[in-house]
């Protein structure tokens, strides 16, 4: 198989890309570990963000810019932020009139808009509190009209570079547990962030295992900000499932086990999590209380939320607190690039929650991950078709690659429980290198994690198929690199805290690269 443009990542950076390029003439593909919506994007509920204005409260382009740049803490670039901001508007418009998403409308039929976390204006247009879904669902149905092959079940296992120029990708078919290999002409890695490697802490859906970060690791791309995770505030005790800031923007207050309130709901992520945090490290317990909230606005906007903590615990959210605990959502960090989703190989792109052009700095302003999705997936779709159609021939296949592929397979046939080594790191990234951080834990994280990457090499009692083995693989090459950066940076700055470095230091006002170990 080969391809103008090939898109690993199904999410809402991949299928907007995937639509561009098609637009555009491409002949492009994508290629998912799963199923089309088997992706972080279709699980984000709350909303996405646009400087709309629509609630008349005074928001601007220039406000949204300042918010994301505040919320950044000196490490968002401008100018990515700049282009972000300016091109939401039109691209949530797009998805309302050209995608037909069911947002929720205004009587006037303007797009409705709420508050969410670090910004006073209502800001982030929402499908009642299942956005994620309708949009996904829209955008599939596009793909799908396009006539875009979506090849499922195919694990990215490496990218094919020969002299300093993309060939393709190799991939675990999953249906016959054998290598496969696609050229292409360009690249576009959309595969999602490593929030998914916090196993048994996390929102993220299980394939979430930051295979596109690993992947551009190895083949020589430098990371930057890999120690920048964000720990959303309301997860669901003792579950995976994430409670929107949709239901903080309609009323609804966080207390403790003695009913009373501690922290704005509306402040950032970083600052909210660390303050319920503090809660809990005092014996308490924190609750999301939603019973002063008119029902009629809980059985339609809140609607989802209700089903849902009904059928995991049980509780009347009309009538009882939600008890929750802070859970690993987002990745700040990812594979280096400029602004427009370029890296330092030619024809690779990144898009999306895997790369990192600077837009979110230190912490992510609630709300602007799907519009930063879309917008930055549609701008590098367009950029790899410029580059693709520039290219008058398909890059040779390096086939030293291709055998190095092979050899791992075959070490992996081994016996190796990767589930047990999977929520084993899960832990371990919790515990030494998670909400609050200090750097004697995070060494012992890393003496731990060359162990357990030697255990890849001896049998266990129970085995796993070779998917989840090669997950095992990436999830320790970036959690090495991650704790690597959250080691060095010796300061706290937004998602990233040290108790032994609890200040914000000016000398770290810069990105942190990474890159592999050889």
Same mark, same amino acid.
């Given at each position: 198989?080969?391809?103008?443009?090939?898109?690993?990542?199904?999410?809402?950076?991949?299928?907007?890309?995937? &639509?561009?390029?098609?637009?555009?003439?491409?002949?492009?593909?994508?290629?998912?570990?799963?199923?089309?919506?088997?992706?972080?994007?279709?699980?984000?509920?709350?909303? &996405?963000?646009?400087?709309?204005?629509? %609630?008349?409260?005074?928001?601007?382009?220039?406000?949204?810019?300042?918010?994301?740049?505040?919320?950044?803490?000196?490490?968002?670039?401008?100018?990515?932020?700049?282009?972000?901001?300016?091109?939401?508007?039109?691209?949530?418009?797009?998805?309302?009139?050209?995608?037909?998403?069911?947002?929720?409308?205004?009587?006037?039929?303007?797009?409705?808009?709420?508050?969410?976390?670090?910004?006073?204006?209502?800001?982030?247009?929402?499908?009642?509190?299942?956005?994620?879904?309708?949009?996904?669902?829209?955008?599939?149905?596009?793909?799908?009209?396009?006539?875009?092959?979506?090849?499922?079940?195919?694990?990215?296992?490496?990218?094919?570079?020969?002299?300093?120029?993309?060939?393709?990708? /190799?991939?675990?078919?999953?249906?016959?547990?054998?290598?496969?290999?696609?050229?292409?002409?360009?690249?576009?890695?959309?595969?999602?962030?490593?929030?998914?490697?916090?196993?048994?802490?996390?929102?993220?859906?299980?394939?979430?295992?930051?295979?596109?970060?690993?992947?551009?690791?190895?083949?020589?791309?430098?990371?930057?900000?890999?120690?920048?995770?964000?720990?959303?505030?309301?997860?669901?005790?003792?579950?995976?499932?994430? &409670?929107?800031?949709?239901?903080?923007?309609?009323?609804?207050?966080?207390?403790?086990?003695?009913?009373?309130?501690?922290?704005?709901?509306?402040?950032?992520?970083?600052?909210?999590?660390?303050?319920?945090?503090?809660?809990?490290?005092?014996?308490?317990?924190?609750?999301?209380?939603?019973?002063?909230?008119?029902?009629?606005?809980?059985?339609?906007?809140?609607?989802?939320?209700?089903?849902?903590?009904?059928?995991?615990?049980?509780?009347?959210?009309?009538?009882?607190?939600?008890?929750?605990?802070?859970?690993?959502?987002?990745? %700040?960090?990812?594979?280096? /690039?400029?602004?427009?989703?370029?890296?330092?190989?030619?024809?690779?792109?990144?898009?999306?929650?895997?790369?990192?052009?600077?837009?979110?700095?230190?912490?992510?302003?609630?709300?602007?991950?799907?519009?930063?999705?879309?917008?930055?997936?549609?701008?590098?779709?367009?950029?790899?078709?410029?580059?693709?159609?520039?290219?008058?021939?398909?890059? @040779? &296949?390096?086939?030293?690659?291709?055998?190095?592929?092979?050899?791992?397979?075959?070490?992996?046939?081994?016996?190796?429980?990767?589930?047990?080594?999977?929520?084993?790191?899960?832990?371990?990234?919790?515990?030494?290198?998670?909400?609050?951080?200090?750097?004697?834990?995070?060494?012992?994280?890393? @003496?731990?994690?060359?162990?357990?990457?030697?255990?890849?090499?001896?049998?266990?009692?129970?085995?796993?198929?070779?998917?989840?083995?090669?997950?095992?693989?990436?999830?320790?090459?970036?959690?090495?690199?991650?704790?690597?950066?959250?080691?060095?940076?010796?300061?706290?700055?937004?998602?990233?805290?040290?108790?032994?470095?609890?200040?914000?230091?000016?000398?770290?006002?810069?990105?942190?690269?990474?890159?592999?170990?050889?």
């Amino acid at each position: 198989m080969q391809y103008d443009i090939l898109v690993i990542g199904s999410g809402i950076a991949g299928m907007m890309a995937a &639509i561009e390029a098609k637009e555009l003439g491409s002949n492009v593909a994508i290629v998912t570990k799963k199923s089309p919506m088997a992706n972080n994007s279709f699980m984000a509920k709350g909303g &996405i963000n646009a400087a709309l204005n629509n %609630m008349k409260d005074g928001d601007s382009i220039e406000h949204h810019i300042e918010d994301t740049l505040k919320s950044g803490i000196g490490l968002a670039e401008e100018e990515a932020v700049r282009i972000f901001c300016e091109n939401a508007p039109q691209v949530i418009r797009n998805l309302h009139r050209k995608y037909k998403v069911p947002f929720t409308t205004l009587p006037d039929g303007r797009l409705a808009q709420r508050p969410f976390g670090g910004t006073k204006f209502k800001r982030t247009c929402f499908s009642a509190d299942a956005t994620g879904p309708a949009i996904m669902r829209a955008l599939n149905k596009t793909i799908k009209e396009l006539d875009i092959p979506s090849i499922t079940n195919h694990f990215a296992i490496n990218l094919l570079i020969n002299d300093g120029k993309v060939a393709g990708a /190799t991939f675990l078919d999953e249906t016959n547990e054998e290598i496969k290999i696609i050229k292409a002409k360009a690249v576009i890695v959309a595969t999602g962030g490593y929030a998914g490697l916090y196993r048994g802490y996390t929102t993220n859906i299980t394939d979430a295992t930051g295979d596109g970060v690993a992947m551009g690791l190895r083949a020589g791309l430098e990371a930057m900000d890999l120690e920048f995770i964000q720990f959303h505030p309301t997860g669901l005790e003792g579950t995976n499932y994430l &409670i929107s800031e949709a239901a903080r923007a309609e009323g609804g207050k966080l207390i403790n086990s003695d009913g009373k309130e501690f922290v704005d709901e509306l402040n950032t992520r970083d600052f909210v999590t660390r303050a319920i945090v503090k809660q809990l490290n005092k014996g308490k317990k924190v609750y999301l209380d939603l019973t002063m909230i008119d029902e009629e606005i809980i059985n339609t906007k809140l609607i989802n939320l209700k089903k849902r903590v009904k059928s995991l615990k049980g509780i009347d959210i009309s009538k009882e607190p939600i008890p929750l605990n802070p859970l690993a959502h987002y990745t %700040m960090g990812g594979i280096k /690039t400029d602004t427009f989703g370029f890296t330092s190989i030619e024809g690779v792109f990144y898009a999306g929650e895997a790369g990192n052009n600077g837009v979110n700095g230190a912490n992510r302003l609630g709300g602007n991950s799907l519009s930063e999705g879309a917008v930055f997936g549609k701008i590098t779709g367009y950029e790899a078709v410029k580059y693709s159609f520039r290219q008058k021939t398909f890059v @040779d &296949i390096p086939n030293d690659t291709i055998q190095k592929d092979k050899e791992l397979i075959n070490k992996l046939k081994r016996k190796i429980d990767a589930k047990r080594i999977k929520h084993e790191i899960g832990e371990l990234l919790f515990k030494k290198v998670g909400i609050l951080r200090n750097g004697y834990a995070i060494k012992k994280a890393l @003496d731990k994690l060359k162990t357990i990457k030697n255990t890849l090499n001896e049998n266990d009692e129970k085995d796993s198929n070779l998917k989840e083995k090669l997950e095992c693989v990436n999830a320790i090459d970036i959690s090495k690199a991650l704790a690597k950066a959250a080691l060095y940076r010796e300061e706290s700055r937004g998602a990233h805290f040290r108790l032994d470095y609890p200040e914000q230091d000016y000398s770290f006002t810069h990105h942190t690269i990474t890159k592999i170990e050889e």
